[in-house]
């Protein structure tokens, strides 16, 4: 990549929160070099593709955005469900464009526009300088305030207290079309229904462990949200046979075909302990934690089980629309929690049966979108239920994996849920039938081992931000 202000670690960051495994990246303006003007951006950037604007001020301050669109001078804006503004220094905090707002305003008079006050780059009639960058976190681009003035907080999410710095250089970094040839960031693995080939996946799977040791991570929490009947708890019990040993289906967590949710409770299931009453030597290092269904956009409560205040005992009851209500146990409410008590990946669970509303669906998982990309968690999709899919009743549940209704399946709910398509997957649960399958389970191992990886990714992350705190120099004394 060419010479710019990212360290490695930032890039590492990026490439998380853009859910790539790398990105190739090319240098395509410089503001202290081609000068400080739209005129100049708009002749080194129209028309380049997805994009990274990256501004450093004087006092170190690293923040910007992204968007897969491409900028011009046609005075229009830009719907992009993919774009968000971040700060890599000195703190590390993204804010993802709210759906199916614009997320960028192309002006020939103006750098690049994020939402309309959120962030300006090169203000129409301003001298170069600092005074030519402006950013006030708006409705586009939403943030939490905390106690105090939230106008303020706004002005200075972004950039800090900007004035006194002053401004260092504004890069603008284009992605370059070979970042989307290559693998994202679930690794693709070559799907075989042979038996040694799910013997060697399975094998895999169930001897994954966390891949960060220095925060005392030994298991991975997995959450797994979405509406009443998308097939959650079967998703579980789907997993949970997969990975035994192939002596029959299990059902550990109740499911059923209903209106109302079967599951009533936050149930974790470990599966390193299931491993024992499964008497099998290992089922993976994950803990698999079933929510009932909601029929709102409003999951009171899902903040503190974000945050890592999962009750020990797993016994918070919840009501059909309602993550936690008075009937259950106050949630743990100490702060001395920890990160292996965290949340490490949300499941978010679409039924095949709503691809024909997928919109709607999708809209009521927006507010927990926020709330898991706000804090930087790993996670993906699954699409459930895919036997009702005719060409599954005709070609079967392995080679309707590969056609391209299905994959264009893959594509709308990734759009719609922020992910990458690669981190949308398929499945055929087990209901009634008696004895598993090797095409089920192929593509159930396939699914988890993406949660693993994704996870992997995530601490991979981890793992480098901390590295580089540890090496940075000690301050000096004034």
């Given at each position: 990549?060419?010479?710019?202000?990212?360290?490695?670690?930032?890039?590492?960051?990026?490439?998380?929160?853009?859910?790539?495994?790398?990105?190739?990246?090319?240098?395509?303006?410089?503001?202290?070099?081609?000068?400080?003007?739209?005129?100049?951006?708009?002749?080194?950037?129209?028309?380049?593709?997805?994009?990274?604007?990256?501004?450093?001020?004087?006092?170190?301050?690293?923040?910007?955005?992204?968007?897969?669109?491409?900028?011009?001078?046609?005075n229009t804006s830009v719907v992009d469900n993919t774009a968000f503004l971040f700060q890599l220094y000195p703190t590390v905090k993204r804010y993802p464009v709210a759906a199916?707002?614009?997320?960028?305003?192309?002006?020939?008079?103006?750098?690049?526009?994020?939402?309309?006050?959120?962030?300006?780059?090169?203000?129409?009639?301003?001298?170069?300088?600092?005074?030519?960058?402006?950013?006030?976190?708006?409705?586009?681009?939403?943030?939490?305030?905390?106690?105090?003035?939230?106008?303020?907080?706004?002005?200075?999410?972004?950039?800090?207290?900007?004035?006194?710095?002053?401004?260092?250089?504004?890069?603008?970094?284009?992605?370059?079309?070979?970042?989307?040839?290559?693998?994202?960031?679930?690794?693709?693995?070559?799907?075989?229904?042979?038996?040694?080939?799910?013997?060697?996946?399975?094998?895999?799977?169930?001897?994954?462990?966390?891949?960060?040791?220095?925060?005392?991570?030994?298991?991975?929490?997995?959450?797994?949200?979405?509406?009443?009947?998308?097939?959650?708890?079967?998703?579980?019990?789907?997993?949970?046979?997969?990975?035994?040993?192939?002596?029959?289906?299990?059902?550990?967590?109740?499911?059923?075909?209903?209106?109302?949710?079967?599951?009533?409770?936050?149930?974790?299931?470990?599966?390193?302990?299931?491993?024992?009453?499964?008497?099998?030597?290992?089922?993976?290092?994950?803990?698999?934690?079933?929510?009932?269904?909601?029929?709102?956009?409003?999951?009171?409560?899902?903040?503190?089980?974000?945050?890592?205040?999962?009750?020990?005992?797993?016994?918070?009851?919840?009501?059909?629309?309602?993550?936690?209500?008075?009937?259950?146990?106050?949630?743990?409410?100490?702060?001395?929690?920890?990160?292996?008590?965290?949340?490490?990946?949300?499941?978010?669970?679409?039924?095949?049966?709503?691809?024909?509303?997928?919109?709607?669906?999708?809209?009521?998982?927006?507010?927990?979108?926020?709330?898991?990309?706000?804090?930087?968690?790993?996670?993906?999709?699954?699409?459930?239920?895919?036997?009702?899919?005719?060409?599954?009743?005709?070609?079967?549940?392995?080679?309707?994996?590969?056609?391209?209704?299905?994959?264009?399946?893959?594509?709308?709910?990734?759009?719609?849920?922020?992910?990458?398509?690669?981190?949308?997957?398929?499945?055929?649960?087990?209901?009634?039938?008696?004895?598993?399958?090797?095409?089920?389970?192929?593509?159930?191992?396939?699914?988890?081992?993406?949660?693993?990886?994704?996870?992997?990714?995530?601490?991979?992350?981890?793992?480098?931000?901390?590295?580089?705190?540890?090496n940075m120099p000690p301050k000096k004394d004034k």
């Open positions: 990549m060419d010479r710019t202000y990212f360290e490695p670690h930032h890039k590492k960051q990026l490439e998380a929160w853009m859910n790539w495994n790398e990105i190739t990246c090319r240098v395509l303006f410089r503001g202290s070099e081609q000068g400080h003007t739209p005129q100049a951006f708009h002749t080194a950037c129209d028309n380049k593709g997805p994009t990274i604007v990256l501004i450093k001020l004087g006092k170190g301050t690293l923040f910007g955005g992204y968007t897969s669109a491409n900028w011009d001078s046609s199916g707002s614009n997320a960028i305003t192309k002006n020939a008079n103006s750098g690049p526009i994020f939402g309309t006050t959120d962030l300006i780059v090169y203000q129409t009639g301003v001298p170069p300088g600092v005074n030519s960058i402006s950013s006030t976190l708006a409705a586009t681009y939403p943030f939490v305030a905390t106690p105090g003035n939230a106008a303020i907080q706004a002005n200075n999410a972004l950039a800090g207290t900007v004035p006194p710095y002053g401004l260092a250089d504004v890069e603008i970094i284009q992605i370059l079309p070979s970042t989307f040839g290559e693998t994202p960031l679930v690794h693709h693995i070559d799907l075989d229904c042979a038996p040694d080939a799910v013997e060697k996946l399975r094998h895999e799977v169930s001897c994954w462990e966390p891949s960060i040791s220095n925060l005392l991570v030994t298991k991975a929490n997995v959450l797994f949200v979405g509406a009443l009947g998308a097939g959650k708890s079967a998703t579980i019990n789907t997993i949970v046979t997969a990975l035994s040993d192939g002596s029959g289906i299990r059902h550990i967590a109740a499911s059923r075909n209903s209106t109302v949710s079967v599951t009533r409770k936050l149930l974790g299931y470990d599966l390193s302990k299931l491993a024992k009453q499964e008497k099998t030597s290992k089922l993976a290092k994950l803990i698999l934690l079933d929510s009932a269904g909601w029929s709102g956009a409003s999951y009171p409560g899902m903040d503190l089980l974000l945050d890592g205040r999962i009750p020990h005992d797993n016994s918070v009851v919840i009501g059909d629309a309602n993550l936690f209500d008075s009937r259950g146990p106050t949630i743990r409410a100490e702060l001395n929690v920890t990160y292996s008590d965290s949340v490490h990946c949300v499941v978010y669970v679409v039924p095949y049966a709503q691809l024909a509303n997928l919109t709607t669906y999708c809209q009521s998982l927006i507010v927990l979108i926020d709330e898991v990309t706000s804090r930087g968690l790993s996670s993906v999709a699954v699409i459930t239920g895919i036997d009702a899919d005719e060409l599954v009743h005709k070609r079967g549940v392995f080679a309707a994996y590969a056609s391209n209704e299905l994959h264009e399946a893959r594509k709308k709910v990734a759009s719609e849920l922020r992910l990458n398509p690669g981190q949308v997957y398929l499945l055929k649960n087990y209901q009634e039938e008696s004895q598993p399958n090797l095409q089920v389970d192929a593509l159930t191992l396939f699914f988890t081992r993406g949660i693993q990886q994704n996870v992997d990714s995530m601490f991979d992350s981890i793992a480098l931000g901390l590295q580089h705190i540890r």
